[in-house]
């Protein structure tokens, strides 16, 4: 039978199972080796990409890129609404919204234009008093000291309020910018939405320069300007890992804003071009010029500040005399009323004379301190181009006059003076060059103007040795130029490092008043002076609510270990 069934012909059914089985067969080999090669693919990509993908995802780099596109489209419109709300303020007393504020007061009454900005005054003065802390609007040195002290927190509150603030300033007249509010507007939005995510400080600190970004682009129609304030000013460094972040952000915003304002540039200039080679002793001398005129500024302003406030008298009061004041130079010439960009764009087309450019560089130099040190809310970055461009107008109108066969256009010296007092005055000078560049649509005189920020730059620091809103900063004892172990120092406390003692035990109070003590609120900067000054180990530190009662000690090495991880932290930050 066994015989019979070996030699039973096989059938065409029997065929096709051999081949399904041998085709089984061979599906399942190529299976297994494709998925071995998944395995070894992905161990090799593990070994060679794992550790920086992980370190992508554990730093929620995609949550970042996400938040600094919605960051910017908030921040792109609240500019938007800021400039509105300018156009606003200003309507009732000059007939008109738009940037043409000279040449509509020039055709005011003059006891309205000497009465506008005295009532923004009282409105102002009242409002800062009765809502503000420190009865002061924000701006960008508070953007900073939030980086650096403040884990990038803003209160939405004061943010909101200072945009408010200075839009009726703004449009009231008073001789002061609209960026420096909106960058503090836009970092305030980026802080807001920040707050929602658990994220690492890092991440918190690169959101914040996104909303910076963001605002300068939106306001100045200038994306590459944007991203490098953003680390030139805010985060002083120039990490890759901030870098996608602060470009989403602020080309996004600057999409937006040619959206609804166009393509067109701030101020409209000819082409210029420069004549000569021989130009450049003229454009070195028209650094230091500038140089000049930004320190004159400068002084200007933090002597005004001194000497206003020697004087005591209700807020609304110094406002409203400080408007009145303003008012009373602007019947005279209107070119000083707020932002200023109508008469900058005069100085830009060769339309003003020698006296009137002199003649303004003083008035606006005298109504932007009279301004700020009233307590008007406003920047400095517009009065600081305009009187850049003066500066330039007429320098170039002296040189040109002097040299005609090679001197270059007057405007082309106006451009050069933008950039150069406006760095000198900002501590910005690349983020500056290039705003200037974006502003004007000007790049035919890069090595011109690179060479004429760079002296006036150099010579400014030599003399003062910081920028204005370093001064700022310095005026409330926060010296962050000194580097960054200081704002460090500064930003951690003690209780971050103590070790806190067993709440079950006894109460221990301190033995007597000379034994050395801190607080958990002490800052690790004044932790180290007491280490240092006692020369021990470890210090008791007590309650803010009992100063004698022991909740803890401090010791040395976890203060300056923490003190060394942070560091490590902030190098590792700024080169990743």
């Not at 403040?150 to 009726?168: E, Q, R, T, Y």
């Not at 067109?264 to 500038?290: K, M, N, R, V």
């Not at 103590?498 to 709440?503: A, Q």
């Amino acid at each position: 039978m066994q015989q019979e069934n070996k030699n039973t012909p096989r059938t065409d059914e029997d065929a096709g199972k051999d081949s399904r089985h041998a085709g089984s067969s061979n599906a399942g080999k190529l299976a297994a080796r494709i998925s071995a090669l998944h395995v070894q693919a992905k161990e090799l990509l593990d070994a060679k990409f794992g550790v920086n993908l992980r370190d992508f995802m554990s730093d929620r780099q995609m949550i970042v890129w996400a938040l600094a596109l919605a960051i910017s489209i908030l921040v792109a419109y609240a500019a938007i609404a800021f400039r509105w709300l300018i156009g606003i303020a200003q309507l009732p007393w000059l007939g008109t919204a738009s940037e043409r504020v000279a040449t509509a007061a020039a055709a005011t009454p003059f006891w309205v234009v000497l009465a506008a900005p005295a009532i923004g005054g009282v409105i102002v003065g009242f409002l800062l008093q009765r809502f503000m802390p420190g009865r002061r609007a924000h701006g960008v040195a508070d953007v900073i000291e939030a980086r650096a002290l403040h884990n990038s927190h803003i209160d939405p509150k004061v943010g909101l309020f200072s945009a408010l603030l200075a839009a009726i300033s703004i449009g009231s007249g008073a001789s002061v910018g609209r960026e420096g509010p909106i960058v503090h507007l836009g970092a305030t939005i980026a802080a807001f939405m920040e707050e929602r995510f658990k994220l690492s400080p890092g991440a918190r600190r690169t959101l914040l320069a996104c909303g910076v970004a963001a605002a300068v682009s939106a306001s100045f129609n200038a994306p590459i300007a944007g991203v490098l304030f953003a680390h030139e000013v805010i985060l002083t460094h120039y990490a890759f890992r901030a870098l996608v972040p602060t470009v989403i952000a602020s080309v996004a915003a600057a999409v937006i804003s040619r959206i609804h304002f166009g393509d067109e540039t701030t101020f409209l200039i000819p082409d210029y071009s420069i004549t000569s080679y021989w130009e450049f002793p003229a454009f070195a001398l028209l650094g230091l010029t500038c140089a000049a005129v930004a320190i004159i500024f400068e002084v200007a302003l933090m002597a005004t500040d001194r000497i206003y406030w020697r004087f005591e008298m209700p807020l609304w009061l110094r406002t409203g005399l400080g408007g009145l004041a303003v008012g009373s130079i602007a019947v005279f010439l209107p070119q000083v009323l707020g932002v200023g960009y109508e008469a900058t764009n005069d100085a830009l087309q060769r339309e003003l004379p020698l006296v009137l450019l002199l003649s303004l560089i003083v008035a606006k130099t005298a109504a932007t301190a009279i301004s700020l040190a009233s307590r008007f809310a406003g920047g400095i970055f517009s009065p600081s181009l305009y009187l850049g461009a003066m500066t330039g107008s007429a320098f170039g109108l002296i040189a040109t006059s002097v040299f005609p066969e090679i001197g270059s256009s007057q405007g082309l010296y106006a451009i050069l003076g933008m950039g150069a007092v406006a760095a000198s005055v900002l501590g910005a000078p690349l983020s500056t060059t290039l705003i200037v560049f974006e502003l004007t649509g000007g790049y035919t005189m890069t090595i011109a103007l690179l060479l004429t920020v760079s002296i006036a730059v150099g010579v400014t620091q030599a003399f003062l040795g910081h920028s204005l809103f370093y001064w700022q900063l310095g005026r409330r004892g926060l010296f962050l130029q000194e580097g960054p172990h200081k704002s460090i120092q500064r930003r951690l406390q003690v209780d971050a490092f103590m070790t806190p003692v067993d709440p079950e035990a006894e109460p221990v109070h301190l033995d007597d008043g000379e034994s050395p003590w801190l607080m958990p609120t002490d800052t690790l900067e004044r932790a180290l002076r007491e280490f240092d000054r006692t020369g021990t180990a470890r210090i008791a530190v007590v309650s803010t609510g009992d100063p004698t009662l022991i909740i803890g000690h401090a010791d040395r090495l976890k203060a300056l270990n923490l003190f060394n991880k942070a560091l490590i932290d902030a190098a590792v930050e700024e080169h990743r």
